[in-house]
């Protein structure tokens, strides 16, 4: 007997009990589904309350498996078969699996749930009958109810039965866009894109925000900014990308404002700037990935001085987590790579070498009295530019420059 996958169970992460919420999550994860799923033509999907089936028709059962895992909204995957319920084939179907599972020592255990009612066997003798069934055919295996090597779930449900014994976990959170729209601040750094994911992750949709300064910043600075957020429409798909211009901000700065607050005034405006956006463009939050005391501009006083500008809640996702942690996401999110290119940021050009730790509200009022605040940060919203970014490869992008250079 071949065994082939028929379908890929989806199991629901954190599902809200109300009803209206409940609908909203399983149509909005569907459809993320459905996204991810469209270059598997023969792949169907139907939603169920408790569950998603993604009924594979003859599709590759791993590479269907490789695109759920990145989909936000699910708890776990089982690779399943669906079979009729029909006590000779399920049988003949066990004995298949455990024998093609089989080596020395293996133990298991058959653990059946049966929610139609209607069928010849409760789900005592099921277990009783289909496990006698597994030593007829496999005489020294054997069972064990803690942790056994194998777990074969049987279901027997109204419109089928099903086996499965595989369980890959999902990627959790909830499904992307759900909780509505915040503002990302994307550097080129290793932190933003992070704690864009997190966010992601927990269903707010972003647009990313990008200070560039040029010509003291350049188009590969932009450029790598750009790839971190391409990097990020894998998990929620797309985003659009407002590069600000920052130059004459960063000039003006630099001329007026004594060089230890020059760090303090430079994020009060990237905050104002951000927050001018969310409003005009209907966003909730505002997200950067600021991380307490990694440096001078994250400590609690700065933080507090920087969010002054606004009552909008900032959410710091990165905020109590160590640098090492934050590392290990990038990697596991395919970030780091493209955030350690070497291309300056707007922030390190302008940076002073000694910028306060603990700078003053009285003082930064003091300094910005001498800013036409209003029309600089007009300008600069402006002077926006939107694109839209897709999963789709870009022949710009920096990490095919630098294979092309080697
Ligand atoms: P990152 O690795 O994200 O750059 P970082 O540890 O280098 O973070 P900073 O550069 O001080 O820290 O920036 C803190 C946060 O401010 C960033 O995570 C990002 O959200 C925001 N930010 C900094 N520079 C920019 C920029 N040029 N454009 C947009 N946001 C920025
Ligand atoms: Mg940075």
């Given at each position: 007997?071949?065994?082939?996958?028929?379908?890929?169970m989806?199991?629901?992460?954190?599902?809200?009990?109300?009803k209206?919420n409940?609908?909203?999550?399983?149509?909005?994860?569907?459809?993320?589904?459905?996204?991810?799923?469209?270059?598997?033509?023969?792949?169907?999907?139907?939603?169920?309350?408790?569950?998603?089936?993604?009924?594979?028709?003859g599709a590759?059962?791993?590479?269907?498996?490789e695109?759920l895992e990145?989909?936000?909204?699910?708890?776990?995957?089982?690779?399943?078969y669906?079979?009729?319920?029909?006590?000779?084939?399920?049988?003949?179907?066990?004995?298949?699996?455990?024998t093609?599972?089989?080596?020395?020592?293996?133990?298991?255990?058959i653990?059946?749930?049966?929610?139609?009612?209607?069928?010849?066997l409760?789900?005592?003798?099921?277990?009783?009958?289909?496990g006698?069934?597994?030593?007829?055919v496999l005489p020294?295996?054997?069972v064990?109810?803690?942790?056994?090597d194998v777990?074969?779930?049987?279901?027997?449900?109204?419109?089928?039965?099903?086996?499965?014994?595989e369980?890959?976990?999902?990627a959790?959170?909830?499904?992307?866009g759900i909780?509505?729209?915040?503002?990302?601040?994307?550097?080129?750094?290793?932190?933003?894109?992070?704690?864009?994911?997190?966010?992601?992750?927990?269903?707010v949709?972003i647009?990313a925000?990008?200070?560039a300064?040029?010509?003291?910043?350049?188009?590969?600075?932009?450029?790598?900014?750009?790839d971190?957020?391409?990097?990020?429409?894998?998990f929620?798909?797309n985003?659009?990308?407002?590069?600000?211009?920052?130059?004459?901000?960063?000039?003006?700065?630099k001329?007026?404002?004594f060089?230890?607050?020059?760090m303090?005034?430079?994020r009060?405006?990237?905050?104002?700037?951000?927050?001018?956006?969310?409003?005009?463009?209907?966003?909730?939050?505002?997200?950067n990935g600021?991380?307490?005391g990694q440096?001078?501009?994250?400590?609690?006083?700065?933080?507090?001085?920087?969010?002054?500008?606004?009552?909008?809640?900032?959410?710091?996702?990165?905020?109590?987590?160590?640098?090492l942690?934050?590392?290990?996401?990038?990697?596991?999110i395919?970030?780091f790579?493209?955030?350690?290119?070497?291309?300056?940021?707007?922030?390190?050009?302008?940076?002073?070498?000694?910028?306060k730790?603990?700078?003053?509200?009285?003082?930064?009022?003091?300094?910005?009295a001498?800013?036409?605040?209003?029309?600089?940060?007009?300008?600069?919203?402006?002077?926006?530019?939107?694109?839209?970014?897709?999963?789709?490869?870009?022949?710009?992008?920096?990490?095919?420059?630098?294979?092309?250079?080697?």
């Open positions: 007997m071949t065994l082939q996958y028929s379908e890929i989806v199991r629901y992460g954190e599902l809200s009990t109300k209206k409940r609908k909203r999550f399983i149509n909005k994860l569907q459809e993320h589904i459905q996204a991810v799923l469209t270059p598997f033509s023969q792949v169907t999907v139907r939603a169920d309350y408790d569950r998603c089936h993604v009924f594979l028709n590759d059962h791993g590479l269907v498996l695109a990145k989909v936000f909204g699910i708890q776990a995957l089982n690779p399943a669906q079979l009729p319920k029909d006590m000779a084939i399920l049988t003949e179907t066990v004995q298949a699996i455990m093609d599972l089989y080596r020395d020592g293996l133990t298991f255990k653990s059946t749930k049966r929610s139609d009612h209607s069928f010849e409760d789900s005592r003798q099921l277990n009783q009958v289909l006698s069934a597994v030593f007829d020294d295996i054997k064990q109810m803690k942790k056994p777990t074969l779930r049987v279901e027997i449900r109204e419109e089928a039965a099903y086996l499965y014994h369980e890959i976990k999902g959790g959170g909830l499904p992307a909780s509505g729209k915040g503002m990302l601040m994307m550097s080129g750094g290793i932190d933003s894109p992070v704690a864009g994911y997190l966010a992601l992750k927990r269903g949709s647009e925000v990008h200070f300064s040029p010509p003291y910043t350049s188009p590969a600075a932009l450029q790598k900014a750009r971190l957020t391409r990097q990020l429409t894998k929620g798909g985003i659009r990308f407002i590069e600000v211009p920052f130059t004459e901000i960063q000039e003006e700065l001329d007026k404002v060089d230890a607050y020059l303090t005034l430079t009060r405006f990237m905050m104002r700037i951000t927050d001018r956006l969310r409003q005009d463009r209907n966003g909730l939050i505002i997200i600021e991380s307490l440096v001078a501009s994250q400590t609690l006083e700065s933080m507090q001085a920087i969010n002054a500008v606004t009552n909008t809640p900032v959410i710091r996702p990165l905020v109590a987590m160590d640098k942690d934050i590392i290990e996401l990038a990697q596991k395919d970030t790579e493209i955030s350690i290119q070497p291309f300056e940021d707007c922030c390190t050009i302008f940076a002073p070498d000694h910028p730790t603990s700078p003053k509200l009285e003082k930064v009022e003091q300094y910005e001498r800013l036409d605040i209003e029309g600089l940060v007009n300008r600069a919203v402006a002077g926006i530019t939107v694109t839209e970014i897709t999963p789709q490869a870009d022949p710009d992008a920096i990490s095919d420059l630098i294979e092309d250079l080697l």
